[in-house]
C-alpha cells in the first residue's frame, strides 16, 4: 500500500556521452528512501529503460504522475507528467542540490520568501569575515533581511 506522502528521489547519478551527443545517464529511482528501480537514458533518442524491484513499484510511479499538475513546455502548452519526464526533474533537483552544497563550503548561501522559484542568493564567507559557516553568520544575515529569510541552505 502507498504511503499518503511518496517522497521520490534519485541517487548515484552517473553521465555519459551517448549516440547523440546529448548525455546519458543511469540512476538510481527511489521511494522513500528506498531503491525502486534503475533507470537508463541510453542517450539514442528512445524511451529511458526501467529495470523495476517490482510490478507494484512501476504502478505506484505512474499513479504518482497522473496525480501532478501538468508541466509546461516552452511555448506555455500544457504537458502531462510521464515518468521519464518526472525522473528527469529529479534529476535537475539533484544536479542543483549538489551544486549548492558545493557552494556552500566557501559562501552562504540562502533563499530569501521574495526570490523567485529555484533561485537562490550567495556571499562569499570571506567577506562576512569568516572561514565557514556560524551563528555570527546566521545573526547577520537575520539582521540583514529579518523574517524574509526562507531557507539558508548552509544548516541542510
Given at each position: 500500500?502507498?504511503?499518503?506522502?511518496?517522497?521520490?528521489?534519485?541517487?548515484?547519478?552517473?553521465?555519459?556521452v551517448?549516440?547523440?551527443?546529448?548525455?546519458?545517464?543511469?540512476?538510481?529511482?527511489?521511494?522513500?528512501?528506498?531503491?525502486?528501480?534503475?533507470?537508463i537514458?541510453?542517450?539514442?533518442?528512445?524511451?529511458?529503460?526501467?529495470?523495476?524491484?517490482?510490478?507494484?513499484?512501476?504502478?505506484?510511479?505512474?499513479?504518482?504522475?497522473?496525480?501532478?499538475?501538468?508541466?509546461?513546455?516552452?511555448?506555455?502548452?500544457?504537458m502531462?507528467?510521464t515518468?521519464?519526464?518526472?525522473v528527469?526533474?529529479?534529476?535537475d533537483?539533484y544536479?542543483?542540490?549538489?551544486?549548492?552544497?558545493?557552494?556552500?563550503?566557501?559562501?552562504?548561501?540562502?533563499?530569501?520568501?521574495?526570490?523567485?522559484?529555484?533561485?537562490?542568493?550567495?556571499?562569499?564567507?570571506?567577506?562576512?569575515?569568516?572561514?565557514?559557516?556560524?551563528?555570527?553568520?546566521?545573526?547577520?544575515?537575520?539582521?540583514?533581511?529579518?523574517d524574509?529569510?526562507?531557507?539558508?541552505?548552509?544548516?541542510?
Amino acid at each position: 500500500m502507498e504511503k499518503s506522502e511518496t517522497r521520490y528521489t534519485v541517487k548515484g547519478l552517473k553521465t555519459f556521452v551517448g549516440m547523440e551527443g546529448m548525455g546519458g545517464f543511469n540512476v538510481t529511482l527511489c521511494r522513500n528512501e528506498k531503491p525502486v528501480a534503475m533507470v537508463i537514458n541510453d542517450d539514442s533518442g528512445g524511451d529511458f529503460c526501467w529495470e523495476w524491484k517490482s510490478k507494484s513499484e512501476e504502478a505506484i510511479l505512474s499513479k504518482h504522475c497522473k496525480s501532478l499538475p501538468p508541466g509546461k513546455y516552452y511555448d506555455g502548452t500544457p504537458m502531462t507528467v510521464t515518468p521519464d519526464i518526472y525522473v528527469c526533474e529529479l534529476i535537475d533537483i539533484y544536479e542543483q542540490n549538489k551544486k549548492i552544497q558545493r557552494k556552500c563550503k566557501s559562501h552562504l548561501c540562502f533563499r530569501l520568501k521574495s526570490d523567485e522559484p529555484g533561485a537562490y542568493r550567495t556571499v562569499k564567507l570571506k567577506t562576512l569575515g569568516v572561514e565557514k559557516y556560524c551563528e555570527k553568520v546566521k545573526i547577520l544575515l537575520a539582521k540583514t533581511y529579518g523574517d524574509n529569510v526562507e531557507l539558508i541552505y548552509n544548516e541542510l
